[in-house]
């Protein structure tokens, strides 16, 4: 089975340095990739005032999940705490890209896709299911391997559902809360 496994994580690791490469993602941070895409979709109004219309530019945000299999083997707190930490690094890491960076100036939203549960109130995220769909499904199956091969814990693997979610950040939210993201 651990052949098994260590095939699978060359695999997947094979696919994240594609799909870094293909959509230009850069790194912000341990735990972070943040990429630039079009929004396709009908008119999102943020409860902050900002407005996402069709055709606006984004910032894609996804994981690095060799970083995230890398936090190793623990209790699920101790290995949640490892991950807040790292990813409030991140977070500080992309309020500064989007303060500085001009490939971000236009861009008033954040936008990522996972099956992690949302403590991310704290710092702005706003959670939206993604409708039933075959794609959703195959994303579902996709996030199940994701956690069979790079989560760090199993407990945390058999206690996790792969419910795909959209997560929302608008760069109003993440400048007003970026005294939560000190690095502690």
């Known amino acids: 089975m651990k052949v098994l496994h260590r095939l699978a994580q060359r695999a997947l690791g094979v696919v994240d340095a594609w799909y870094y490469r293909r ?10 990739f943040v990429g630039r895409a079009q929004y ?3 008119e999102l109004q943020f409860e902050d005032g900002t407005v996402l219309r069709d055709q606006d530019f984004i910032g894609r945000l996804h994981f690095n ?11 699920m707190h101790r290995v949640g705490f490892r991950f ?4 409030r690094e991140s977070l500080r890491n992309l309020a500064e890209a989007a303060h500085n960076d001009p490939t971000f100036a236009d861009v008033r939203v954040f ?22 769909t075959w794609k959703t499904k195959l994303l579902a199956a996709h996030f199940k391997m994701l956690m069979w091969v790079f989560a760090p814990a199993a407990r945390i693997r058999s206690r996790e559902q ?21 690095v502690s």
């Open 23 to 32: 959509y230009k993602l850069q790194t912000l941070g341990p735990v972070l």
């Open 40 to 42: 396709h979709g009908p």
């Open 65 to 75: 999940n060799a970083s995230i299999a890398a936090l190793g083997e623990g209790s």
């Open 84 to 87: 807040a930490k790292l990813m």
């Open 111 to 132: 936008q990522g896709t996972t099956w992690i549960p949302s403590h991310g109130e704290v710092v702005g995220f706003v959670s939206t299911p993604l409708p039933k």
């Open 162 to 182: 792969a419910e795909p979610r959209l997560y929302w950040l608008t760069r109003e939210a993440l400048a007003r809360n970026l005294t939560k993201l000190k």
